[in-house]
């Protein structure tokens, strides 16, 4: 069974930064397309950003310039940068594994003074 470990959110300021981690066990990346969502308060779960397994990657219209994912097969491991945090970044993030349509359960990140 796929599981899907992310980690990396917390309380930060606007402008500040932050680097989720998405740690997969029971299954490889390998040769599978990866992703982030995020879903806010009284929203709908939303796609940030995908990487392809040849690294191709594809941003929300809303993320572009600010947030950056990568992926270290080697490790099992999906990575999403995260700066000039706004407000509206505020939400819980979750990995997504296309090969098994699968979400974790995802870190909370909050931008707030």
């Known amino acids: ?7 990396g959110g917390g309380l930060v300021q606007p402008g500040g930064s932050l680097r989720l981690s998405c740690a997969a066990s029971g299954s490889t ?6 992703g ?14 995908l990487i392809t397994s040849g690294g191709s990657t594809r941003y929300a ?5 600010r947030f950056g994912i990568s992926r270290d097969d080697s490790k099992n491991t999906v990575y ?7 407000s509206e970044d505020t939400a819980v993030y979750s990995c997504y594994h296309s090969r098994y ?6 870190t909370q990140v ?4």
């Open 110 to 113: 909050t931008v707030s003074s």
């Open 61 to 65: 219209d809303s993320v572009k310039g």
């Open 1 to 7: 069974q796929v599981q899907l470990v992310e980690s």
């Open 101 to 106: 349509n699968y979400w974790g359960q995802g």
């Open 36 to 49: 982030w969502y995020r879903q806010a308060p009284g929203k709908q779960r939303e796609l940030v950003a």
């Open 29 to 34: 990346i390998r040769l599978t397309t990866m």
């Open 80 to 86: 999403l940068q995260m700066n000039s945090l706004k």
